[in-house]
């Protein structure tokens, strides 16, 4: 779990025992402040982010104790201090996130992995993987560790070849239609994902297009085993180890892997981009031809 997201639980557990505390409901509480109700449980199980005149509202609905209210006020601080840390972890470069995923993907059995707009880490060729972290280091404006970074993606891929694991992946055809990297370095990543289709312990799920969605294809999530699910955001990853939140998301994956298709109907789905993408590629014979 992250500290960003260890913290903003922490907080939400102290919140809690104050409302438990002053003898309030959720619902009661919510009243007193004239908040939606819903945003009581979204701050009690660390969901959403407090602000300070949130945490000062709360302290002053449900104790008197000017010694709560500092210590509230504390936690606050020190997740926004955990945030700051999260930032600074991402300067560093990636290569160490690297390998902090590699860690995770090493004491996991099972992972399940949806993804509606890129190639997951895993399967990804050289090529795309320099193009995904050269968009990462531009957006976020970190150090250029580069070569180091796409060294260690792809050794993470050795653990695909360990036969006491197993890994579903579904994609949508999106994945394999989006332009994230030139046309010439697509192909080979396609190429890549029918070869990881047919290993043993390899699961890939193929939504074509036209496929009527049970749940909208929102954003790309990992699940690893029963334990926890790693959401990817914009601005950071999110840890989630809730039963709750991880049975929603394993109610997700299971709603999008029962639309995909699998095994040879997933390779010509693949196999069909591909002859798409080579045909639009400049003929050698015409280049030829134009430099003569």
């Given at each position: 779990?992250?500290?960003?997201?260890?913290?903003?639980?922490?907080?939400?557990?102290?919140?809690?025992?104050?409302?438990?505390?002053?003898?309030?409901?959720?619902?009661?509480?919510?009243?007193?402040?004239?908040?939606?109700?819903?945003?009581?449980?979204?701050?009690?199980?660390?969901?959403?982010?407090?602000?300070?005149?949130?945490?000062?509202g709360w302290v002053g609905a449900t104790t008197?104790?000017?010694?709560?209210?500092?210590?509230?006020?504390?936690?606050?601080?020190?997740?926004?201090?955990?945030?700051?840390?999260?930032?600074?972890?991402?300067?560093?470069?990636?290569?160490?996130?690297?390998?902090?995923?590699?860690?995770?993907?090493?004491?996991?059995?099972?992972?399940?992995?949806?993804?509606?707009?890129?190639?997951?880490?895993?399967?990804?060729?050289?090529?795309?993987?320099?193009?995904?972290?050269?968009?990462?280091?531009?957006?976020?404006?970190?150090?250029?560790?580069?070569?180091?970074?796409?060294?260690?993606?792809?050794?993470?891929?050795?653990?695909?070849?360990?036969?006491?694991?197993?890994?579903?992946?579904?994609?949508?055809?999106?994945?394999?239609?989006?332009?994230?990297?030139?046309?010439?370095?697509?192909?080979?990543?396609?190429?890549?994902?029918?070869?990881?289709?047919?290993?043993?312990?390899?699961?890939?799920?193929?939504?074509?297009?036209?496929?009527?969605?049970?749940?909208?294809?929102?954003?790309?999530?990992?699940?690893?085993?029963?334990?926890?699910?790693?959401?990817?955001?914009?601005?950071?990853?999110?840890?989630?180890?809730?039963?709750?939140?991880?049975?929603?998301?394993?109610?997700?994956?299971?709603?999008?892997?029962?639309?995909?298709?699998?095994?040879?109907?997933?390779?010509?789905?693949?196999?069909?981009?591909?002859?798409?993408?080579?045909?639009?590629?400049?003929?050698?014979?015409?280049?030829?031809?134009?430099?003569?």
């Open positions: 779990m992250t500290s960003v997201q260890q913290a903003r639980e922490a907080l939400g557990n102290k919140l809690r025992t104050l409302r438990a505390s002053a003898g309030l409901t959720g619902r009661e509480l919510a009243d007193r402040l004239s908040w939606p109700a819903s945003k009581i449980s979204k701050l009690e199980t660390g969901k959403q982010t407090p602000t300070e005149a949130d945490v000062t008197s104790d000017e010694q709560d209210s500092a210590s509230v006020l504390a936690m606050l601080r020190t997740m926004e201090s955990a945030h700051a840390e999260w930032q600074r972890l991402l300067s560093g470069g990636t290569r160490h996130h690297q390998g902090t995923w590699a860690d995770m993907e090493r004491r996991a059995t099972r992972l399940r992995v949806f993804e509606p707009a890129f190639v997951p880490g895993l399967l990804q060729t050289a090529g795309y993987a320099r193009h995904r972290l050269a968009q990462a280091i531009t957006v976020f404006g970190i150090t250029n560790d580069i070569d180091d970074a796409v060294r260690a993606r792809l050794a993470r891929q050795e653990i695909l070849y360990d036969p006491r694991k197993r890994f579903h992946f579904v994609i949508t055809e999106a994945v394999l239609r989006y332009r994230l990297c030139p046309p010439e370095l697509m192909l080979p990543q396609l190429d890549r994902l029918v070869a990881a289709s047919t290993l043993p312990n390899v699961r890939l799920g193929v939504i074509p297009f036209g496929t009527p969605f049970v749940i909208a294809p929102g954003c790309g999530f990992w699940i690893f085993d029963d334990r926890q699910v790693l959401v990817e955001i914009f601005s950071a990853e999110l840890t989630l180890t809730q039963a709750q939140e991880i049975d929603l998301h394993e109610k997700v994956f299971g709603a999008m892997a029962s639309v995909a298709a699998y095994g040879a109907s997933a390779r010509a789905v693949i196999t069909q981009v591909m002859e798409e993408l080579r045909s639009a590629l400049p003929d050698d014979d015409d280049e030829s031809a134009a430099t003569a």
